[in-house]
């Protein structure tokens, strides 16, 4: 069975003549359908621009990437997008805002039942008025998440949404797209900076290193769901890809005090 | 208040997020009032008692010092016409003293508008005293003497014996202005449209935006009224004048400051460039149109006024101008009160639907 998402040695490179940086060199990855990927990495290692390339936001300048057999040409309803800072309309309520996708497709009076629908899929029950200056950092990104995800995409672009929540929140909306993902049966790409995230939640990761950007390697997570932070293979695979990214620290062995973060 | 926000941070898990009921109980804090910022004088309920006994102090004022003092006498000092009369003057003052007696009772009892009229009731009451020296140096010791300085008694006696004359300017006014902001806005925000969102627009008509918008509208009076015929037409163009520039300016501003991030979103959720413009451009841009409607209304107030003086025959600002030369310094008082509520009205009316149309931001700006 082919990959849903093929992408096949792409090259994107910034500014040029001695400001040149090569954003992403040679990145060739295929995600099954269903497939849970973080892409974790340092920032620079291209990480996001990899992830626009994907939604169809930014173009590469080599290489060819397809999504269920078409060449992407552009942004699509097809393929999700949720931004770091969740980019919800201030001035739409909750329930607009997840409303959008229906109403830029021109479906909104044949689907608008399914608005409350995928505002109670997150969780959100009560605050379907509310406007996003009254939610927290949290309940944002779960709006954000909700307005991707009722276009039913092929594909969900996960770029770092728990990024800028504090470290309970971030628990809380992992928890909560791990269960779209299960129930759902959608495939997602994340990006992060947090190895326990990408090991909580994915199927694969791909770690990435800049300058520049390119996979360094790939690594299939086997441990089995639901997954505990504290469980042996958690930490053991937790210090494997810390080394791989330089970020151990001096002191030789894993740092399983570190892992109560 | 937004009680959401306290919610959120509180709910740990996803689907139990709701309105905290009560803030935690128990605190061995002795409960103190909390004062409330923007009404913070709302407390000195003892000053509106005050001020009802400055309208009644007033009042006396006027009924028991001896006006007319000797070496004035109307007719050889002052036109014989001049209106003395107190008695609206006095009616006044007992419907200001009664109506704050009989609204207490409602006030106690409705704390969002007593709250409101509570912490204004020192400024009421120098409002009082302030009517009552003023009579007693006009109208009583003629300290500031006729035509320039009428007393409350004049400019009082005066009003309803012009009524349906100053109605008829009231109403020319408030025509001129009203079509002339109304096409001010469309005008303005339509091209603001095109300069904000078609850069072939931006780059031939915003320097000439530019260029025109600091030009003050009233220049263009002497021009507007020789080549446009009947003067409303002539006026109208410069109210429009007045405002179109700034509300195109800000409009343009509001478009263009749209975060990328938000156009982005919206293409990964289907979005066509027309639901762009329409719905994430133009509400993005909302905020920013109300400021320039609300530059453009004190523009146009002025503007209006200026033309009306210039090349009018009805209007206030001509009422003025023509009071003046017949040196009835009292009708020039008495239409700049009326100026003060007429533009006070149209200035709540905006306001009101701004703060309807922007209720998204209650909360998010002071306001």
Redesign the interface.
């Known amino acids: 069975m082919s990959p849903l998402v093929d992408i096949a040695h792409v090259t994107r490179v910034y500014g040029n003549g001695k400001d040149e940086t090569h954003a992403l060199q040679d990145v060739s990855l295929q995600v099954a359908q269903g497939e849970f990927v973080s892409l974790i990495g340092p920032s620079g290692c291209g990480k996001t621009t990899l992830l626009r390339l994907i ?3 930014d173009v590469p300048q080599g290489g060819t990437l397809h999504v269920a057999g078409e060449q992407i040409s ?4 097809e ?3 949720v ?1 770091q ?1 969740g ?1 919800l ?5 909750v329930a607009q805002n997840i409303a ?2 229906l ?3 021109g479906v909104y009076r044949q689907q608008q039942h399914r608005v409350p629908e995928y505002v109670e899929l ?6 379907a008025e ?2 996003p ?4 950092g ?2 944002a990104q ?1 709006v ?1 998440i909700a ?2 995800l009722i ?1 039913e995409p092929r594909v969900l ?1 996960l770029d770092e949404p728990m990024g800028a929540l504090d470290s ?1 929140t971030r628990v ?1 909306v992992q ?2 797209l791990l269960d779209l993902w299960q129930r759902l049966g959608s495939t997602m790409i994340l990006v992060t900076h947090d190895v326990d995230e990408a090991i909580y939640l994915s199927d694969r990761i791909v770690v990435m290193t800049p300058r520049p950007g390119r996979i360094s390697e790939i690594i299939d997570v086997s441990l089995d769901r639901p997954r505990a932070r504290d469980d042996d293979g958690f930490l053991r695979l937790r210090s494997r890809i810390l080394d791989k990214l330089n970020l151990a620290g001096s002191r030789p062995g894993a740092h399983p005090e570190r892992a109560s973060r | 208040m ?1 009680t ?2 306290l919610a ?2 509180a709910s ?8 905290p009921s009560s803030p935690p109980r128990g605190c061995a804090e002795p409960r103190q009032a909390p004062v409330d910022p923007r009404y913070w004088k709302a407390g000195s309920r003892g000053w509106y008692a005050v001020a009802i006994l400055g309208f009644v102090a007033s009042l006396t004022a006027s009924l028991a010092v001896p006006g007319n003092l000797p070496g004035l006498k109307p007719g050889k000092d002052f036109s014989p016409d001049y209106p003395l009369d107190p008695t609206n003057y006095r009616i006044l003052l007992a419907a200001c003293a009664g109506a704050l007696v009989l609204l207490y009772p409602i006030l106690r009892r409705v704390p969002r508008w007593g709250d409101r009229v509570f912490h204004k009731a020192q400024f009421i009451f120098a409002g009082a005293l302030a009517l009552g020296v003023w009579d007693l140096l006009t109208s009583k010791l003629f300290w500031m003497r006729p035509p320039y300085f009428p007393g409350p008694v004049t400019i009082l006696a005066y009003l309803p014996t012009n009524a349906v004359n100053l109605l008829g300017h009231i109403v020319a006014s408030s025509r001129l202005f009203a079509i002339g902001l109304l096409l001010g806005i469309v005008a303005g925000v339509g091209t603001g449209i095109l300069i904000g969102w078609y850069r072939q627009w931006f780059y031939w008509l915003y320097p000439v935006l530019k260029f025109t918008g600091v030009v003050p509208a009233t220049a263009w009076m002497p021009i507007a009224t020789v080549l446009l015929k009947p003067p409303p037409v002539a006026m109208t163009f410069l109210l429009v004048i007045a405002s179109w520039f700034i509300i195109a300016f800000m409009m343009c501003q509001g478009i263009v400051s749209t ?1 990328k ?2 156009y ?9 460039r027309s ?1 762009l413009l329409f ?2 451009a133009i ?2 841009a ?1 905020p920013s149109i109300f400021t320039g409607i609300s530059m453009a209304t004190s523009m146009s107030f002025l503007t209006l006024v200026a033309a009306e003086m210039m090349g009018a025959t009805a209007g206030l600002g001509y009422f003025i101008n023509y009071s003046k030369t017949f040196s009835k310094y009292y009708q020039v008082y008495a239409a700049i009160i009326i100026m003060f509520i007429v533009f006070s009205v149209i200035l709540a009316l905006i306001d009101l639907v701004k703060k309807r149309v922007l209720r ?5 700006v002071e306001q």
């Open positions: 939604a169809g936001l552009g942004p699509s309803h393929r999700g997008y931004f800072q980019a309309f201030p001035w739409a309520t959008t996708g109403k830029a497709r997150v969780g959100l029950d009560g605050f509310a406007y200056h009254q939610l927290s949290g309940m779960r954000a307005r991707a276009n672009l309970f809380e928890d909560k | 937004n959401l926000a959120e941070t740990s898990s996803p689907g139990t997020a709701q309105t975060p991030v938000l982005e979103v919206s293409r990964t959720l289907g979005a066509t639901y719905h994430v509400p993005h909302t998204w931001q209650e909360g998010l």
